[in-house]
DNA sequence: TTTTGTGAACTAGTTCACAGCT
DNA sequence: AGCTGTGAACTAGTTCACAAAA
């Protein structure tokens, strides 16, 4: 009665929804350190800012989930949450770039909290390669990428490396297996289908601030 | 004939709609660096991966800067959405939070290219203050922010500070005048009507690459 | 009674298709 | 002839509102 859905495979799920999972787990493992047992959607709704039949719609989607006159039993969400999203086994993570970008997320706290372990950098530069990252992450030579994903099963590349590099690394990468990427670098790339690329554009994101001000509009917004 | 719109200043932009100026600029800024003097939207939607039709829209919104039979001048386009963007005078930010992330971002190189200034770093920790980023970025002591923003006329801040602190950090920047905010901390944060706070979230991002991995789905996305 | 799960209604965003300008 | 600017058509995403379940 509860997994019905839970692998629903017909059509996609957008990026948002995708995204607001997400957002819903950590408002659970809030809910759940502070030792509450179960949560409705209206409670969780208001809490964090939400829509309580967008929750539900989400939610309902892979299962299930919920119990009639209670809400959902924070734990058992949790569960549920955290293997629709993949993350009930480690995901483990590559850094490519190791400038100043790269190995701050290398070291990023936020991604080793959830089941993400992030298992090498890759550098094409003589000079950093060897070297590792404060936490200890080690810096490997480009050439060597295709070998070291295979070996140590890396599921995500994160780009951090100029724009004028990107696409050759995301060819590289897919090339060597890669299906998902984050892209930190500006401009578009090309993924072949089948591969799911995600890109955080910095300048992008400032300048679209830079806008906002220069109209004097106004108010939050969901990056 | 060609202003008329530009002030428009009736309903809200969309945030995606913001976004894509921002890309419409960056493609233009390499079609003139290509030497290219004027360009239709279906070239410039084929060259870069957009709809024509939408670029027109979007565009259209704000003035009529095409020329029927021709497309737009390059150059001309080019300086309109720099106005449009409020990137017609240097943007000056500040980032909070001299971690790992907050000094990355403070140096990142893309922020210094068009027309943004990183004018100064703020922590709260007593070992940092005085310190300097590697491109010369002044950490200065949070209790100074308040004067700094005044003095330096700060537009923007960019949050890289633990989720925990993060909520407080905005409260003070917004009291001492900041109307735009971005945010690389996780979770949801409060901003009084007026000002505009947008959100980078990591985690949320890595998680659902995995959720995309977990469920074998694919394809391109603009985050 | 309370709250879920969900069709229906609504709102936002995108794409089409063409009149009209150059 | 070629291309913009834009209403109309369409598609995606959100919210409402309520029947059914505990």
């Known amino acids: 009665m509860t997994r019905d859905k839970a692998s629903k495979s017909g059509d996609q799920v957008s990026e948002l929804t995708a995204s607001r999972l997400s957002v819903y787990l950590r408002c659970l493992n809030a809910l759940d350190a502070a030792g509450v047992k179960s949560v409705s959607s209206k409670t969780l709704a208001e809490q964090f800012h939400l829509n309580a039949a967008q929750i539900r719609k989400d939610l309902a989607y892979f299962g299930e989930f919920g119990v ?26 590559a850094v490519v770039g190791a400038g100043n970008l790269g190995l701050a997320l290398a070291d990023y706290p936020g991604f080793r909290q959830e089941g993400f372990e992030i298992v090498a950098m890759f550098d094409s530069e003589r000079g950093k390669v060897g070297r590792k990252s404060r936490t200890g992450v080690r810096i490997i030579e480009m050439g060597e990428f ?21 696409q ?26 089948g591969v799911k690329l995600k890109n955080v554009d910095l300048t992008v994101s400032l300048e679209s601030l830079s806008f906002f001000l220069a109209r004097g509009e106004a108010d939050e917004d969901e990056g």
């Open 68 to 93: 009639r006159g209670v809400g959902y039993y924070v734990r058992e969400l949790k569960r549920h949450l955290r293997v629709i999203l993949g993350l009930d086994r480690t995901v483990r993570v």
């Open 146 to 166: 295709r070998k070291v994903v295979k070996r140590e099963r890396i599921d995500i590349a994160v780009l951090a490396v100029p724009a004028s590099a990107a």
């Open 168 to 193: 050759e690394v995301v060819n590289v990468a897919v090339a060597a297996g890669i299906r998902a990427l984050l892209n930190f670098s500006p401009g578009a790339l090309k993924v072949p289908p």
